[in-house]
């Protein structure tokens, strides 16, 4: 029973951290499965890859993926899209880690496109890298995927989560009160 | 459980942020050349630990063009396209798409708060003042039709996002957003400049609405999750029966 007040509250970690997460974009949730072994209940937690809603915004370097793919940032993998220039002319996200491309990060000249095949183009149409992406995954220029948390199942979720944790502990003090009798009266002489 | 409570917390914060940004947007949705600005957030990764709630990257300006709109003033100007006027005070160097100005007595155009648009000077005499989309500015002085009175240069910014803003219009370079490329506009660039156009912030007022529900009930859910990290504390606490 420890081990399942142990499991709500991981449930609860989940459930906080993407509700928490309910407006970064490119951000996919968490989710947990629970199981039971010889050491009780545990709880797995994967990401998932349900695709994001995409919010329009016209800012021509805001990138979405649609299909599975991630962008690569400084050695890290992410779905956000949000793009500017650094002043050296390449393709960095928000904090300034710059978009690789097949060798290196991307330089992006004034008036080049990104393609619905990932492919950066000049304004003169000369191709200049590539967004490496997994074949049949598109890219949509002037657009954010959200993030793919559902508020509404989350707060569900935390609900669940202090439920479960609350009927572990009134369990828990059942088997301490039965513990208690077999201590402390069935032994008892009269 | 408290990372529970520390990251419902940390997503209470990003939305109160997000909620303020989107106010001094709306508040700001009738100025002239303002830009909306918005922050975006990242789930925080430590080393691989999960769970530990969002953070903000900061606020940026969204350069979006706003729309053109005919106006009354002296000496309107709007941008269209990428760009930004120079403007000047006290020695101190600002851009801005901003481009309510008005003519001073000693012949430099400025506009409310005082900062003076560089690369024109119209003389005191001036009876009229016509400027062409690639910023060329033309007097009619008495005596004398189209005289050239200098030429409006705007600059642009490898990466304007970086800029410091001052204000909501105004803004200065910083080491991230590069130094400023003074260009003529026309010539082949595709900005052009409009007189008597005044370029409207570009806030939608509908998204923005929007965005304060979404912030609100994003709030309010962070909000109960803190409740429920503390809920559980309590419960945990009454296993110790005395």
Same mark, same amino acid.
């Given at each position: ?9 991981? @449930?609860?970690?989940?459930? !906080? ?13 968490? !989710? ?12 797995? @937690?994967?990401?998932?890859?349900? @695709? ?38 390449? $393709? ?6 710059? $978009? ?32 490496? $992406? ?6 949509? !220029? ?19 989560? @202090? ?9 828990? $003090? ?17 | ?37 918005? &922050? ?39 941008? /269209? +396209? ?10 101190? *160097? ?12 000693? +012949? ?25 989309? /690639?910023?060329?500015?033309?007097? /009619?002085?008495?005596? &004398?039709? #189209? ?36 260009? #003529? ?9 409009? *007189? ?8 939608? =007022? ?21 409740? &429920? &990290? /503390?809920?559980?504390?309590? =419960?945990?606490?009454?296993? #110790?029966?005395?």
């Amino acid at each position: 029973m420890a081990s399942a007040m142990r499991a709500a509250r991981s @449930q609860l970690d989940v459930a !906080t951290q993407n509700l928490a997460n309910v407006s970064s974009d490119g951000f996919r949730r968490l !989710t947990t499965t629970l199981d039971l072994d010889a050491r009780g209940m545990r709880v797995h @937690q994967s990401t998932s890859a349900e @695709q994001g809603a995409i919010r329009r915004t016209n800012r021509p370097l805001d990138l979405a993926i649609l299909g599975a793919g991630t962008f690569r940032v400084g050695g890290e993998a992410t779905r956000n899209g949000a793009f500017v220039r650094d002043r050296d002319g390449f $393709l960095a996200d928000d904090r300034g880690r710059r $978009l690789a491309g097949r060798c290196g990060p991307i330089r992006f000249p004034d008036g080049a496109s990104v393609a619905p095949d990932g492919s950066v183009q000049t304004a003169a149409g000369r191709f200049i890298d590539r967004i490496p $992406l997994p074949p049949g995954t598109r890219i949509e !220029t002037g657009a954010l995927e959200t993030s793919n948390v559902n508020a509404i199942s989350e707060s569900l979720n935390v609900l669940e989560a @202090q439920r479960s944790f609350e009927t572990a502990q009134k369990v828990l $003090l059942a088997i301490d009160d039965t513990r208690n009798k077999a201590a402390n009266d069935v032994g008892r002489i009269q | 459980m408290n990372r529970a409570m520390y990251a419902a917390a940390s997503g209470m914060a990003a939305q109160q942020q997000n909620l303020e940004i989107i106010a001094d947007n709306l508040a700001n949705a009738d100025v002239a050349g303002f830009k909306s600005a918005a &922050a975006s957030f990242a789930d925080v990764n430590a080393g691989g630990t999960f769970g530990l709630g969002t953070e903000s990257l900061g606020k940026h300006a969204l350069f979006v063009q706003g729309k053109l709109e005919k106006s009354g003033g002296p000496f309107d100007l709007a941008i /269209d +396209g990428a760009g930004f006027f120079c403007v000047e005070k006290d020695g101190q *160097f600002a851009y801005t798409r901003a481009g309510s100005f008005s003519r001073s007595p000693d +012949g430099s155009v400025r506009n409310a708060d005082g900062w003076r648009l560089r690369g024109v000077r119209i003389p005191a005499d001036a009876l009229r003042v016509d400027v062409g989309g /690639d910023g060329r500015v033309f007097v /009619d002085r008495p005596g &004398a039709t #189209h005289v050239a009175a200098g030429r409006i240069d705007l600059a642009s910014f490898l990466a304007p996002e970086h800029l410091r803003a001052l204000s909501g219009t105004l803004f200065t370079a910083s080491p991230q957003s590069g130094a400023p490329q003074i260009f #003529h506009p026309g010539d082949g660039a595709k900005t052009t400049l409009a *007189f008597g156009m005044l370029e409207k912030s570009n806030v939608s =007022i509908v998204e923005s609405m929007m965005a304060i529900m979404t912030a609100q009930r994003a709030y309010e859910a962070n909000a109960k999750g803190v409740q &429920a &990290a /503390d809920e559980m504390l309590r =419960i945990a606490n009454n296993l #110790h029966r005395s």
